[in-house]
């Protein structure tokens, strides 16, 4: 299984990006599919999950309204779209894949059995 994260940069204050993971060794559709991250000096954090059966989408509270999770199950990738990007989404940002999870673990990270390297997000003017 392998779990490819792009789409990270530099992006000034208020502007936009969009990340990628693209899985291959497993079938995204029955998996559930989640992004983390983490910044310099602080523990890893939940950003945001798909539901493999496609009936759920979560996210942290302090990207409600500006993140948006996706998925292409027929190309084996999620998506994170990311607005009104702010200097404390900086960090390294990493997709990760657990095989049924079940709707209450899907913001724990000892959910997930694969991981991404990660794609840096810099926010900064």
């Known amino acids: 299984v392998q779990l490819q994260a792009s789409g990270g940069g530099l992006v000034h204050p208020g502007g936009s990006l969009r990340l990628s993971c693209a899985a291959s060794g497993i079938a995204s559709r029955r998996y559930t599919m989640s992004w983390f991250r983490q910044a310099p000096g602080k523990e890893r954090e939940f950003v945001s999950a798909?539901?493999?059966?496609?009936?759920?989408?979560i996210y942290t509270d302090s990207v409600k309204g500006r993140f948006t999770i996706s998925r292409d199950n027929a190309k084996n990738t999620l998506y994170l779209q990311m607005n009104s990007l702010k200097s404390e989404d900086t960090a390294v940002y990493y997709c990760?894949?657990?095989?049924?999870?079940?709707?209450?673990?899907?913001?724990?990270?000892?959910?997930?059995?694969?991981w991404g390297q990660g794609t840096l997000v810099t926010v900064s003017s």
């Open positions: 990760a894949a657990s095989a049924g999870a079940i709707y209450s673990t899907m913001s724990n990270p000892n959910t997930y059995a694969h």
């Open positions: 798909s539901h493999w059966s496609g009936g759920s989408t």
